[in-house]
């Protein structure tokens, strides 16, 4: 293996230094040729653990968590004392009620948007690392950074789900090679 060839040119995984096939796919490095290629290619589909490939749940939180915070941040720019009495009174009508209007609450809108923007690049961020096979610190940490900026909107949920898809990215043994 060349310095300049720290990918396999078939599945596009990084490999390590000195390696004569590549781990993810089987393809041989240099064109040499890995007579198990064709039964490593059969069972490789891309990066996936046990079966499920976490780095889709990081793709679509990304996508979802960006456009919640976009729209988030579109409300903490535009939300106003009417509006939020037209959604008291809706609340109302359920037998609920709603706290007195606050100054404060089109900035903890346009706060929680923008923090939602954040953690979904970061979930962008870390789905990237993780088609590109690594590395699986800078993978792990973005999400973990995702996860732990999901403020506001379901953020309780989303911190806990991000963890637990954080811990399934540690854990992956398939997915990355460095």
């Known amino acids: ?47 996936q653990s046990g079966g499920i490939n976490i780095g889709i749940f990081v793709l679509l939180y990304g996508i979802i968590a960006l456009i919640v915070g976009v729209y988030g941040t579109y409300i903490g720019l535009t939300f106003t004392e009417a509006d939020y009495n037209q959604i008291a009174d809706m609340y109302e009508s359920f037998g609920l009620a709603l706290p007195a209007w606050s100054d404060s609450i089109p900035t903890e809108y346009l706060i929680s948007g923008v923090m939602t923007i954040v953690s979904g690049a970061l979930a962008l961020v870390s789905y990237w690392f993780c088609r590109q096979g690594g590395p699986k610190t800078y993978a792990v940490v973005a999400c973990l950074a995702a996860s732990v900026l999901s403020y506001g909107f379901f953020s309780f949920i989303s911190i806990i789900v991000g963890l637990i898809v954080t811990f399934l990215l540690y854990r992956d043994k398939n997915m990355f090679t460095s």
């Open 1 to 47: 293996m060349t310095e300049e060839n720290n990918f396999c040119v078939v599945c596009g995984a990084m490999l390590p230094p000195g390696a004569e096939f590549c781990p993810a796919c089987g393809s041989g490095v240099d064109g040499r040729s890995n007579p198990h290629a064709a039964e490593a290619r059969a069972g490789y589909s891309g990066s």
